[in-house]
């Protein structure tokens, strides 16, 4: 089992619509997940960081996380087609001394003008 | 606050050679961590450095290495290239401690395109 799983995609959203990336993480001790964004070319930009149970809102984006399911998503609202990228899921397994984080194999975003 | 960044941004090198990437981190941030990412792999974790001191290592032949200066600079090495070292080598800077739990927020650089002959 991957130790990080997305939603494989490709997503296609019309532009204004609001896209839903799904991530579930197999170490149930883990605390820290991030979100990226990685357009074509480019490297990963942090988008979003969270660490409690809940949503917690950055703009547009809005990440959610619930431990007791391991599953942690990321929503975008009113889409745009700047936000057309690979989202990728990053999960910080809770193990001593261990600081790498492991990422899923990312969620292809195109947004319909 | 400059951001993260590597040199150099590409690379060609034929098989049997040895490569040497650096990444400079964000002022400030003691930890470096390198990852290798191929479009069948994804992001693949390789290692990260901490005020000069591996702390963790990914499941990568030794002929991976690195290490960290103690300006908090890395480099990382790759002996004996393979066709298959071809690939995105990003390295990530992080406070790496701390109080608060953002101190393993990773800001990635631009990345070196390393491309094997």
């Known amino acids: 089992q991957k130790e990080v799983e997305q939603n494989s995609g490709p997503l296609s959203v019309p532009e204004g619509a609001i896209a839903s990336l799904n991530c579930t993480y197999s170490d149930r001790g883990s605390q820290s997940f991030f979100w990226y964004r990685q357009y074509s070319g480019k490297s990963p930009e942090l988008i979003m960081s969270?660490?409690?149970?809940g949503d917690k809102e950055d703009g547009r984006f809005t990440a959610q996380l619930n431990k007791a399911s391991q599953y942690v998503s990321l929503l975008i609202r009113d889409s745009q087609p700047s936000d057309s990228a690979t989202y990728l899921c990053a999960v910080n397994p809770l193990l001593p001394n261990d600081y790498k984080l492991s990422f899923g194999a990312g969620t292809t975003v195109t947004v319909r003008a | 606050k400059a951001g993260v960044t590597q040199t150099p941004r590409y690379l060609i090198k034929t098989r049997g050679q040895q490569v040497t990437l650096s990444c400079s981190p964000i002022s400030g941030h003691r930890s470096v961590s390198w990852y290798q990412q191929t479009p069948g792999q994804g992001l693949q974790f390789l290692f990260e450095?901490?005020?000069?001191?591996?702390?963790n290592k990914g499941n990568f032949p030794g002929r991976f290495s690195g290490r960290q200066f103690s300006n908090s600079r890395s480099e990382m090495n790759v002996s004996t290239l393979e066709l298959g070292d071809s690939a995105l080598y990003l390295c990530a800077s992080s406070l790496g401690a701390g109080l608060s739990s953002s101190y393993n927020e990773q800001f990635f650089g631009p990345g070196t395109r390393l491309t094997v002959l």
């Open positions: 450095y901490f005020s000069e001191t591996q702390r």
């Open positions: 969270i660490y409690s149970n």
